[in-house]
């Protein structure tokens, strides 16, 4: 568990080889984007909230902008999913635990 906490940070020199350091690394990230594009909706909810919004607001520089767009797109190469794929599992997990989140929102 440490090495995967510290091979979550690059500035930490520890590599991330193992499956739950890949994971980390890419579910950490995507998860806040998540909570980020929920958030801004009519909604404030991740039940509604699909793929492609989170793939448009990626492109939009200044939604997020301290989340690095490279380490959202790098940790679904980590796990060897496309990354609509990815977004979709992050989104699906999300879900299932909307209220204790506090993204259940209007819906």
Do not use: Q, W
Request: aromatic share 4%.
């Amino acid at each position: 568990m440490t090495r995967a906490i510290l091979s979550h940070a690059d500035y930490s020199g520890v590599p991330r080889e193992s499956r739950l350091e890949k994971t980390l690394f890419a579910c950490d990230e995507m998860a806040g984007f998540i909570t980020a594009a929920s958030l801004v909706r009519p909604s404030k909810s991740v039940l509604d909230l699909e793929a492609a919004s989170v793939i448009k607001r990626m492109k939009d520089k200044a939604f997020a902008r301290a989340v690095k767009r490279e380490d959202l797109r790098g940790g679904a190469e980590l796990l060897g999913l496309p990354l609509e794929t990815h977004i979709g599992n992050v989104i699906e997990s999300m879900r299932e635990r909307a209220d204790e989140l506090g993204l259940r929102g209007s819906l």
